[in-house]
């Protein structure tokens, strides 16, 4: 099982990233998907989390109306579109994967079965 994110990188505030997270191993369509992010010396929290068996999608307040996740079932891969990008939405940015199918906004990483290693955004000011 492997989760491979990538797209992160610099960007000056109210700009754009395009996140990707590369699935393989598992059985893609069945899963929920979700992103954390984690700022330096903060705790890692749930950003947003896709079911991708009925499409339904949740973000936490801080993003919404700003970023948008879906997936690619073709390619098993995810996405998550950040636009105006904040310099407080910095972080390292983690693709998760659950087996229940059931996104879940949360902040408990225990619920997600597989983790990618992270992919670092920085927003400056």
């Known amino acids: 099982v492997q989760l491979v994110e990538s797209g992160g990188g610099l960007v000056q505030a109210g700009g754009s990233l395009r996140l990707s997270c590369a699935a393989s191993?598992?059985?893609?369509?069945?899963?929920?998907i979700a992103w954390f992010r984690q700022a330096p010396g903060k705790e890692r929290e749930g950003v947003s989390c896709?079911?991708?068996?009925?499409?339904?999608?949740y973000y936490t307040d801080s993003v919404k109306g700003r970023f948008t996740i879906s997936t690619d079932k073709a390619k098993n891969t995810a996405y998550l579109d950040m636009n105006n990008l904040k310099p407080e939405d910095t972080g390292v940015y983690y693709c998760?994967?659950?087996?229940?199918?059931?996104?879940?906004?949360?902040?408990?990483?225990?619920?997600?079965?597989?983790w990618g290693q992270g992919t670092q955004v920085t927003v400056s000011s």
């Open positions: 998760a994967a659950d087996s229940s199918g059931v996104p879940r906004m949360t902040d408990d990483q225990t619920w997600y079965d597989y």
């Open positions: 191993g598992f059985t893609f369509d069945d899963y929920a």
């Open positions: 896709i079911s991708n068996l009925d499409g339904v999608t």
